[in-house]
């Protein structure tokens, strides 16, 4: 499975942008670039997903580099709500169905 | 509009104990099914996914089992538990091979003691 790097943690200040890297330099040419977030003791919940270029929704912007080896997932105004664990994931296929592999993702902290 | 449900949403469980934790979908027909685990302070791991009736495919070996009796149903099992098994268990569902979304429960809080 291809695998995505990510900060453990990243702090900022509320109505600032956030900008959240994910390095996945084994990614194919097939694979979509999901972004979930998972606040504290409920379920993921779907950000954004794009596979070459740059996206756009009411949450959040999804930039990819080029080459596709990395992605930063946008905040354009942080509030407090967005305080979550993030997670850059590369979603495969397996006989029609989703394969997301989590992996720590990046605990975001908003300050007031 | 789709829901998905879990039950229970807390469960504290002895060592050695049967387990049954249940996902249900409303509003949707032929869901994708998930089960994942996720251990205190970890990322989530997939455990199992179902494509049909009785079409369950296991993503790693362990000491559990899931069952998709109905479309919309999916169930994970175990007949004697772990203390290893103690940890989040999320359900989630996708409509299918064009689904980007993934959509998960509410999740059940398992504590084996």
């Known amino acids: 499975d291809a695998k995505t790097t990510q900060p453990n943690s990243m702090e900022s200040n509320e109505e600032e942008p956030v900008h959240l890297p994910c390095n996945h330099s084994t990614i194919s040419g097939t694979d979509y670039i999901h972004w979930y977030r998972q606040l504290p003791s409920q379920g993921p919940e779907y950000v954004i997903h794009g596979l070459t270029s740059n996206v756009n929704n009411r949450m959040a912007s999804l930039a990819i580099a080029e080459d596709r080896k990395s992605s930063t997932l946008i905040l354009h105004r942080a509030t407090l709500r967005d305080a979550a664990v993030y997670y850059c994931?590369?979603?495969?296929?397996?006989?029609?169905?989703?394969?997301?592999?989590f992996g720590q993702g990046t605990r975001l902290t908003i300050n007031p | 509009s789709q829901t998905i449900h879990q039950w229970p949403a807390t469960l504290v469980q002895p060592v050695g104990s049967p387990l049954s934790l249940e996902c249900t979908v409303e509003g949707t027909s032929n869901p994708n099914l998930y089960w994942y685990r996720q251990a205190a302070g970890r990322g989530l791991q997939l455990l199992f996914y179902s494509i049909g009736i009785d079409q369950i495919s296991s993503e790693v070996p362990q000491n559990l089992s899931a069952s998709r009796p109905q479309d919309r149903q999916f169930i994970l099992s175990s007949k004697k538990l772990l203390l290893s098994d103690s940890g989040f268990y999320l359900c989630a569902w996708t409509t299918g091979q064009g689904s980007y979304e993934q959509y998960f429960g509410p999740g059940t809080r398992l504590t084996v003691t």
């Open positions: 994931i590369l979603r495969g296929l397996i006989q029609g169905a989703q394969k997301l592999v």
